[in-house]
């Protein structure tokens, strides 16, 4: 079974400190993705990768960077918490093969809440 | 941007009876997918409908593609309580490459009542 694990279930971080949400994934696959989740909002993409080193934005990239020096890891880095950052955070990965996207495999996510 | 949107946003059954949700997006697709998801997990994959398919089963999932009117069905058949999750489509849109992430909707919360 593919496995996707994110580092913390539970986060509690204050307003202005830089947060690393990490994410790892046990099954080669090349595109990795992050998104938050928010009652009424549904998901939201906000960076993904296809490669090591690569990184596009998604719909809401703001006040968010990432990394993907390994091809099993995909960290979420932001910058300096705001409280409008106050989310579930949900990383997911597939296999890139041809045209269209494969299914993704999610972790079980990280309830962040910026003080 | 939000493509696929689910409706109803909540649905409640008696358990053994058959729930069904539907999805309506706006461009054009490679596939459409189902994902569920518990209370406080992350998403399953349940099932993928490629644009040139009408109808695929899995199990007691049933899922139907109407690429006319953008728009396709979940029908779960006889449900259990282990059945209560939210329900969410999610698009590949045809103009992407294959890494450009699925665009989720905002779900059906499915309540099964013992």
């Known amino acids: 079974d593919v496995k996707v694990t994110q580092s913390s279930r539970y986060l509690v971080k204050r307003t202005g400190e830089k947060v690393f949400l990490e994410c790892v994934q046990d099954?080669?696959?090349?595109?990795m993705f992050w998104y938050r989740q928010d009652p009424g909002l549904g998901l939201r993409l906000i960076y993904f990768s296809y490669d090591v080193k690569m990184k596009e934005k998604g719909d809401i990239p703001e006040g968010y960077s990432v990394s993907r020096e390994k091809k099993e890891r995909f960290s979420l880095i932001l910058e300096s918490a705001s409280t409008n950052q106050t989310s579930m955070y949900l990383c997911?990965?597939?296999?890139?093969?041809?045209?269209?996207?494969?299914?993704?495999?999610f972790g079980d996510g990280t309830r962040l809440s910026i003080l | 941007s939000q493509q696929g949107e689910e409706d109803p946003q909540a649905l409640s059954i008696q358990e053994g009876e058959n729930a069904t949700m539907n999805c309506s997006y706006k461009?054009?697709?490679?596939?459409l997918q189902w994902y569920r998801q518990n209370s406080g997990r992350g998403l399953v994959h349940l099932i993928l409908?490629?644009?040139?398919?009408r109808e695929k089963h899995s199990g007691r999932l049933r899922v139907t593609l109407d690429t006319s009117k953008k728009s396709s069905s979940l029908l779960i058949t006889a449900s259990r309580a282990a059945d209560t999750a939210s329900y969410f489509c999610a698009t590949d849109p045809l103009s992407g490459g294959g890494a450009d992430g699925l665009t989720f909707g905002k779900g059906t919360h499915l309540i099964i009542q013992p």
């Open positions: 409908i490629r644009s040139n398919e």
């Open positions: 461009t054009s697709i490679n596939n």
């Open positions: 997911a990965s597939s296999f890139r093969l041809g045209v269209g996207n494969q299914p993704q495999h």
């Open positions: 099954m080669d696959h090349e595109n």
